[in-house]
């Protein structure tokens, strides 16, 4: 709820309240619609907020173009988008169809997510009702994991933001998902990540519970055998057996704040690597 922005996190750490860390968000914001006024040669400014303002509204949703206020061409949009990403205010997660490495290789364009910077600003600015300053505060001293994980997209916006912070920092990170979008069916796999050359699932929950109905059919669609569920749960792992193939699956829970798990393996082997080389 505080955020990651080093002056917000600074307002908590100094004063336990958070009226002081929606000061500091709002002073943040306000200085990115600031500058926005910069690209007016090449994008116009008011395109810029209404395009972020969208994609704020719009975590954890296909973004759709024609929700932009204002009547801009989908072009339009898409070039403010790709501003946005480039200053790294908002981060692109696109479909991929999922049926091999790279999963670059089968992007869908019409079908894309986009999550914005931080949460803490993320909540200022939609000024979700979650009560005043003085009760947040005394939330975020006293509260249980369940009442400070908001409901919606929040949840998968902060899980997309660790897979990026987490994974190799030597190169650019692309983030994925995958949906059904044959028509008459909704069904959707929040992030899939490529790990030890294997297509690796990984589904979000807020709370600690809530039924994995899409991951099952992504992994008997793809023959998977191996996936991710990150919630409020503690480390455990569920098997489940598929009576239609008979292949045994096995899903992995693992903590929101133990992301970093997912790629231990990973660390251990450009370690080995860089000793290798030295």
């Known amino acids: 709820m505080v955020g990651g922005m080093p002056a917000s996190v600074s307002a908590w750490v100094n004063s336990h309240d958070y009226r002081q860390c929606q000061t500091e968000l709002d002073d ?42 204002g009547t801009y061409r989908a072009e339009e949009v898409k070039k403010a988008l790709t501003l946005l990403c ?7 997660v696109s479909h991929t169809a999922a049926n091999g490495l790279p999963l670059g290789a089968e992007t869908n364009e019409k079908y894309r997510k986009y999550i914005y910077l931080d949460s803490g600003l993320l909540l200022r600015i939609l000024d979700m009702d979650l009560g005043s300053a003085r009760q947040l505060s005394e939330l975020i001293l006293s509260g249980t994991a369940e009442d400070l994980v908001n409901k919606g997209g929040l949840t998968e916006m902060v899980l997309g933001w660790e897979l990026i912070k987490y994974n190799n920092p030597r190169s650019q990170h692309d983030l994925y998902y995958w949906e059904n979008i044959a028509e008459g069916t909704r069904s959707e796999v929040d992030y899939i990540i490529a790990r030890d050359m294997k297509i690796l699932p990984i589904e979000c929950k807020a709370g600690v519970s809530g039924k994995m109905k899409s991951l099952h059919l992504f992994m008997h669609q793809k023959h998977l055998t191996n996936a991710i569920r990150c919630s409020l749960e503690n480390f455990s792992a569920l098997d489940n057996y598929d009576k239609q193939d008979g292949t045994l699956r096995h899903i992995q829970i693992t903590p929101l704040y133990a992301i970093s798990n997912l790629y231990a393996s990973l660390d251990a082997s450009y370690s080995q690597l860089y000793k290798s080389l030295q």
């Open 28 to 69: 943040i914001q306000l200085s990115y619609y600031d500058d926005f006024s910069k690209y007016a040669k090449t994008v116009d400014p008011t395109l810029l907020r209404n395009t972020l303002q969208s994609v704020i509204l719009q975590i954890g949703n296909k973004f759709v173009y024609s929700r932009v206020e």
């Open 86 to 92: 480039d200053a790294g205010i908002i981060k692109r």
